[in-house]
Every structure is written in C-alpha cells, then in structure tokens.
C-alpha cells in the first residue's frame, strides 16, 4: 500500500478532566501522534497541573488545558450537578476562544475528537462557522463551506425555519406504525450518501451490561458480578466468590486466564503495525490529512 500525506493533520483531543478518561485518551493522543498526526491534548487547568508532573511526551503531542469554572477541579463532596453546568458553562466558552486563536495564528484544527460526558465540546468547534477557512464534513460529500450550504442552515441566520420543520417531519415518522416517504431522487444519485450511512452503536456506558454478557458467556474471560442492591451496593462476599473462580486454580479459572491470553495476543497483534486496529486509525489519520491511497491488490 502507497500513501501519500497531503497535509499533516492536528487534532484537538478534549477530556473529562477524570482519571478514567483522561488515561485512555492520553494512551489514544500517542498512537494518533506514532501514526502522524499532530495532536493538542486538552483536559482542565487543574487536571493539566496534575499530568504535567508526571512522565515524558512524545513530539506531536502538545497541551492546552481549558478553564473548567473551578479552581482546584472537582473534589468528592462537591455538587457534581453544579460542577458539570460550570463545565458547560465555562468550558464551551474557553475551548472555543482556543479554537479560534490558534486558527487566528494560522494553525487551524483538522478535527476535534472529545470523550462522552461533554458533548458541548462539539458546539465549541462550530463557533467559527461564518469563516470562510472552516469546513463541514458530510459522509459521501466533499469539505463544504459555509458558503456551500443553505443559509436557513446556519442556526444565527434569521431564516433558520427549516431545521426545526424538518425536525418535526422525522418525529412524526416516529409516531406511525408504517410511515411512508416518497422521495424524488434515485438510487444512483444518492449511493455515495447511502453507502457512506454507518451502524449505529451504544454510547457511553450503556453498552456495560451487553460486554459483561460477551466477557462472561462468549469471550470467557471472565465472570459477571452479581447485580447490586437498590443503594447500589454489592457485597464483599460476592465479590470474594468472583476472584476465586478467576484466579484459583479450578479448571474454569484456568479456561479463562487462557482465552485472556488469546485475545491480548490478538489485540496486540491488531494494534502493530500492518494489523487491523492500526490500518483502521491510520487510515482514519489520511482520511483527516486529505490522503491520496494507492491499494496493491
């Protein structure tokens, strides 16, 4: 396969300023960063304080924290309810002036890529939508500018009527047992729209209950905790009764500390150089650089 970079692309990566996301993100900052990509980390001032003293960073990767309202982040005890509107609130406001200063000094963001739990950030990343240099991407359609689409589009346009009718035209559908739609187009005009439609996928954690289902009965990898009490609470005993069944040394613990072996080693196979997982952000890397890909078949 020959590949040939047309513009080396830079990323915003925003997080939760959480450790649970704020690790993985970092892990996934550095692959984008060996693949070629440019890449801004950004999580909150406090947060940033925090990683700053910990470790070295591969060249590509740089930091730029946002103000997330609070001065020390947040603490337990705190009113998480408060702290996430002042996220929204303050956050949005200081990733956007991040996005516009850099574009101002002539190194635009490719693309923003943020964890789930702040999906304003995306609002942030439109907020120059009258600028001419900025572009939507559209799947099956070339970059278009703001120039490119119809103004009632454009949420500050004074016409922007057409955004809610079409909204309402969908709930409808939604309504009927079996809705019908006549559309004047034609398979052949529109199958780069269609191919390009993807499947949909869970979001956030409420995929948890189906991979406890695979990790348990298909990958068997493990075994599923039994589910809490209504406080949300689960026993040490049960807990105890799990690690034994994994970890001793009975022949069900065995069987699945051997299929955990078998899929780390194809994980890790996948994730090498050549391997699926890596082809897959690779090519995901061209895509955001305008990569022009020659396929050896």
Known sequence: MVVVIGVQPRILLVTLPAQGHINPALQFAKRLVAIGALVTFSTSMGAERRMSKTGTYPEGLSFAAFDDGSEHGFSPGDDMSH??????????KS?????????????PF????????????????TENINDPTFSLKLPGLPPLGSHDLPSFLNPRNNHDFAIPINREHIEVLDEETNPRVLVNTFDALECEALNSIGKFKLVGWTDQLTNAKMVEAVWKTGVRVPSPSREGIVEGDEIQKCLEVVMGGGELGQEMRNNARKWKHLARQSSREGGSSYNNLKAFVDEMAGAVTQLEI
Do not use: Q
């Open 83 to 92: 702290y996430f509107t002042e996220l929204r609130r303050v956050g949005s």
């Open 95 to 107: 990733l956007a002036e991040l996005i516009a200063a850099s574009s101002k000094n002539g190194r």
């Open 110 to 125: 490719t693309c923003v890529v943020y964890s789930n739990l702040i999906p304003w950030v995306a609002k942030g990343g």
